[in-house]
């Protein structure tokens, strides 16, 4: 009988172990993802350890075997593609949710509304001074995040239109850090994604159509389709790995896990 009960004890370990996932990559999927993980693993009893780093950290632990899922909020490269395909793995992806990118600037700002040709210049380096924009006298301090940052990724394609980002710009670890260096600059601006935004900085009025309309980034802008700047997030993972993180993905696909989606700040697919 002792030895029955230690064989069940290693069997139930083995299986504890062999459904255990990893979920890598993106600081903007973060809150979501730990959030769909704690519900998850209540339900399922299968562990789920969620960690960030950026977009380029996931893909990099995907491309090495270090992660069951890599999250991002941009699509995979054509170079990461080819590392994993040159690696034997083919690569699979879903969307889970969408989010929306609020630019953000220190509360004592006087600025609201800047139109996208605006951030475009704030951060090439065109536009330098606050006074440029109907502001105060005061030098602007651009944050932006690191380049394996999928967010970094998205606003060089969709806001400053591929353009190259300015010379000595403040490059964050994590967007946590730009909220904290924003609230503390009075010149400060930097982008996060809108689930970060919170009343210790300014979120601006964008327009996307020269200055005709400014649009607040808000979900139910963002929903409707009415705020610009909104960007789908994705888990991707090896094909052969499928059978192990299906159930999870599915979970967060599923109305339950869409419904932690909208209450963690992000914007459901249903």
């Known amino acids: 009988m ?94 889970m949710a969408k989010d929306a990118l609020s630019v953000v600037v220190n509360p004592s700002n006087k600025v609201t509304n800047l139109t996208r040709e605006q951030l475009e210049g704030i951060f090439t380096g065109k536009i330098t001074n606050w006074k440029q924009v109907g502001g105060a006298d005061m030098p602007i301090v651009a944050y932006s995040r690191e380049t394996t940052s999928g967010t970094y990724e998205f606003f060089k394609e969709h806001v400053l239109k591929n353009k190259n980002y300015k010379s000595g710009i403040l490059s964050m670890p994590a967007t946590g850090a730009i909220i904290q260096s924003v609230s503390q600059t009075k010149g400060a601006i930097g982008y996060v994604g809108m689930a970060y935004a919170n009343s210790s900085v300014k979120e601006i009025h964008v327009s996307y159509d020269g200055g005709k309309t400014f649009v607040q980034p808000t979900k139910a802008n963002a929903k409707s389709g009415k705020y610009p700047i ?41």
């Open 2 to 95: 002792k030895r029955i009960l230690i064989s069940f004890a290693l069997v139930a370990m083995f299986a504890s172990m062999v459904s255990a996932q990893k979920v890598k990559g993106s600081d903007t999927c973060l809150p979501l993802v730990q959030k769909e993980a704690e519900s998850y693993m209540k339900k399922s009893g299968t562990k789920v350890t969620v960690t960030g780093g950026g977009s380029g950290i996931g893909f990099a632990a995907l491309i090495e075997g270090t992660t069951d899922l890599a999250m991002a909020s941009r699509s995979i490269k054509f170079d990461e593609k080819m590392k994993m395909q040159n690696g034997g793995k083919a690569v699979k992806s879903v969307v």
């Open 230 to 270: 909104v960007r789908p997030l994705f888990l991707y993972y090896e094909a052969k790995s499928e059978a192990k993180v299906k159930p999870f993905i599915n979970y967060i696909l599923s109305e339950e896990g869409q419904t932690i989606v909208d209450k963690v700040g992000y914007l459901e697919l249903k």
